[in-house]
T-cell receptor, first 113, second 110 residues
Framework: QKEVEQDPGPLSVPEGAIVSLNCTYS??????FMWYRQYSRKGPELLMY????GNKEDGRFTAQVDKSSKYISLFIRDSQPSDSATYLC?????????????FGTGTRLQVTL | DVKVTQSSRYLVKRTGEKVFLECVQD?????MFWYRQDPGLGLRLIYF???????EKGDIPEGYSVSREKKERFSLILESASTNQTSMYLC?????????FGSGTRLTVV
């Protein structure tokens, strides 16, 4: 079993829809949680960052962490065609040694007109 | 604008060739990483470095080596390229607060 599980999709939604992307994990030591967005033929870019449990909002994006359930989510409101990309979750334990991230395999999202 | 720059976007090499992938960052980060990304397998860590001349094996180091002679530069070396090393290679720098990735090198070994 992988440490981080993420549904690969693809997930297809109409423009304007609310999108929910999710990851589950098994390592209770994870404290730092991130979402990356990767456009086709590009490297991933950091979208959202949260520490421990709770919610964080940035514009149309909300990241949510539920450590008791080992479950994290990314919500996208009023989705746009420009949001079409692969979204990767990533997480790290609370340690200073090289700060390695463990990534999910990514969910491909397509927002249609 | 902070950057991680990978020297090549696309490379085609022959089986058995020695291949060098170069990565340079301008953010003064201690940590640098090399990943490969394959469909259905996600990002897999090959090697990482947390200081000059220091290196640590990741999850799939076999067939690869690395070099970090200067803080800003981290090189991935394929000693004898094989077809199963055809992949997208991504360099990153950063730490617990997130990585900055390069644009990737699409390597094809024929």
């Amino acid at each position: 079993q992988k440490e981080v599980e993420q549904d690969p999709g693809p997930l297809s939604v109409p423009e304007g829809a609310i999108v929910s992307l999710n990851c589950t994990y098994s390592n209770s030591a994870f404290q730092y949680f991130m979402w990356y967005r990767q456009y086709s033929r590009k490297g991933p870019e950091l979208l959202m960052y949260t520490y421990s449990s709770g919610n964080k909002e940035d514009g149309r994006f909300t990241a949510q962490v539920d450590k008791s359930s080992k479950y994290i989510s990314l919500f996208i409101r009023d989705s746009q065609p420009s949001d079409s990309a692969t979204y990767l979750c990533a997480m790290s334990p609370n340690t200073g040694t090289a700060s390695k991230l463990t990534f999910g395999t990514g969910t491909r999202l397509q927002v249609t007109l | 604008d902070v950057k991680v720059t990978q020297s090549s976007r696309y490379l085609v090499k022959r089986t058995g060739e020695k291949v060098f992938l170069e990565c340079v960052q301008d953010m003064d980060h201690e940590n640098m990483f090399w990943y490969r990304q394959d469909p259905g397998l996600g990002l897999r860590l090959i090697y990482f470095s947390y200081d000059v001349k220091m290196k640590e094996k990741g999850d799939i180091p076999e067939g690869y080596s690395v070099s970090r002679e200067k803080k800003e530069r981290f090189s991935l070396i394929l000693e004898s390229a094989s077809t199963n090393q055809t992949s997208m290679y991504l360099c990153a720098s950063g730490g617990t607060l997130g990585y900055t990735f390069g644009s990737g090198t699409r390597l094809t070994v024929v």
